[in-house]
């Protein structure tokens, strides 16, 4: 099992930035993908980025390439999403989730742990 707390989220004016943390507990030693999504409301919930555990590899939705950058911290059990020039469409509850498959892509269903979200609001 693998809990994840995300923090971070909060209201934004267009053009500025946040940085959302996740902290991962349990199972991290077995080195899942983490990634994060978004979900606005009346949408699907949609990948944003995604990390592999040792940092060596990161993939970002276009939506959010050059304005987004995904990391995580020294100690493992961080990663975060710093988010810059920030735009109203960016408005959705954002959601930290580990994947132990091989191959992971970009589909939620590829996801098998998630936090409970934190809400990021940009305005316009």
């Known amino acids: 099992q693998v809990q994840l707390v995300e923090s971070g989220g909060g209201l934004v004016q267009a053009g500025g930035s946040l940085r959302l943390s996740c902290v991962a507990s349990?199972?991290?030693?077995?080195?899942?993908?983490m990634g994060w999504f978004r979900q606005a409301p009346g949408k699907e919930r949609e990948f944003v980025a995604r990390?592999?555990?040792?940092?060596?590899?990161?993939y970002y939705a276009d939506s959010v390439k050059g304005r987004f950058t995904i990391s995580r911290a020294n100690v493992r059990n961080l990663v975060y999403l710093q988010m810059n020039s920030l735009k109203a469409e960016d408005t959705a509850v954002y959601y930290c989730?580990?994947?132990?498959?091989?191959?992971?892509?970009?589909?939620?269903?590829?996801?098998?742990?998630w936090g409970q979200g934190t809400q990021v609001t940009v305005s316009s």
């Open positions: 349990g199972r991290t030693l077995s080195s899942p993908v």
């Open positions: 990390i592999t555990w040792n940092g060596a590899s990161t």
């Open positions: 989730a580990a994947s132990y498959r091989r191959g992971v892509g970009t589909g939620a269903y590829e996801y098998d742990y």
